[in-house]
């Protein structure tokens, strides 16, 4: 598929969704519309925010499928984390329905990429997801699905889960492994970091032909590569998208 090159738009807001005690999903429709890859991503545009009152610019996973429309119109959907005092979700979050902002998109090379005959496994943390959804809700990846999907999904508590309904419909049950890293005493799922999952269930993995996807937390995403490293995994089948840095000697929470 052949990348759009990037465009301005101006994305009206159509409606926003807490989907946890810290995370919205934004719902947008742009104008002019344009086209991406799943797990490509939009730079907004945040007035007066940066210093001296200069514009800055913040980017963010498209968490739908390039296909979603509403009301026959295209459309496209964030999934945001709302951190304190940060410029980008404070911004987004101040958003009313009808009100529009300004946007360059799409931008980056983390996108499904199908390769006939072999399985694909995506891991994230947090809002890492967003891209994730993207792919499996996609045109591609039904016309091209890998042999066989896992989804690992690493959160500290139970609230914290994101589109858990939506995929496991998209991708069966048994697909979807949630792990919690603070779960409760009756949690069902897994419990640990997703790089535990890994170590732990290493026997149902096929490490040589398996397309592993990385997204969120850099520390996971250095943790996870390690694991892959030590079972042969090329680096070619490695795709990457970090969210977060962590400082000198944090680790991943999840």
């Known amino acids: 598929?052949?990348?759009?090159?990037?465009?301005?738009?101006?994305?009206?807001?159509?409606a926003k969704k807490s989907l946890t005690p810290d995370v919205v999903e934004f719902t947008f429709r742009s104008e002019p519309s344009f086209?991406?890859?799943?797990?490509?991503?939009?730079?907004?545009?945040i007035p007066g925010a940066g210093p001296g009152g200069r514009d800055l610019r913040r980017a963010y996973s498209i968490a739908s499928s390039p296909e979603l429309a509403l009301d026959g119109q295209p459309a496209f959907e964030l999934c945001v984390k709302l951190v304190e005092g940060g410029?980008?979700?404070?911004?987004?979050?101040?958003?009313?329905?009808?009100?529009?902002?300004?946007?360059?998109?799409?931008?980056?090379?983390?996108?499904?990429?199908?390769?006939?005959?072999?399985?694909?496994?995506?891991?994230?943390?947090?809002?890492?997801?967003?891209?994730?959804?993207?792919?499996?809700?996609?045109?591609?990846?039904?016309?091209?699905?890998?042999?066989?999907?896992?989804?690992?999904?690493?959160?500290?508590?139970?609230?914290?889960?994101?589109?858990?309904?939506?995929?496991?419909?998209?991708?069966?049950?048994?697909?979807?492994?949630q792990?919690?890293?603070?779960?409760?005493?009756?949690?069902?799922?897994?419990?640990?970091?997703?790089?535990d999952w890994l170590r732990e269930n290493e026997g149902q993995i096929d490490w040589a032909n398996t397309e592993f996807y990385l997204c969120g937390n850099g520390a996971m995403i250095d943790e996870a590569k390690q694991i892959l490293a030590g079972k042969g995994v090329e680096k070619t089948s490695i795709h990457q998208e970090v969210y977060y840095k962590p400082k000198p000697g944090e680790t991943h929470a999840n």
């Not at 086209?35 to 545009?45: E, L, T």
């Open 35 to 45: 086209s991406f890859q799943p797990g490509q991503f939009i730079s907004i545009v």
């Open 1 to 14: 598929m052949e990348k759009q090159k990037p465009i301005t738009v101006s994305a009206r807001l159509i």
């Open 87 to 177: 410029p980008g979700t404070t911004y987004l979050n101040s958003l009313k329905p009808g009100e529009a902002m300004t946007g360059m998109t799409p931008f980056g090379d983390f996108v499904y990429k199908p390769k006939a005959g072999r399985h694909a496994i995506f891991i994230s943390t947090g809002t890492g997801l967003a891209p994730f959804r993207s792919m499996v809700l996609s045109r591609i990846y039904a016309e091209h699905p890998p042999a066989s999907t896992r989804i690992l999904f690493g959160a500290r508590a139970e609230s914290d889960l994101l589109y858990t309904t939506e995929i496991v419909k998209a991708l069966g049950t048994g697909n979807l492994v």
């Open 179 to 195: 792990a919690l890293s603070r779960a409760q005493a009756d949690w069902c799922g897994f419990k640990g970091r997703v790089t």
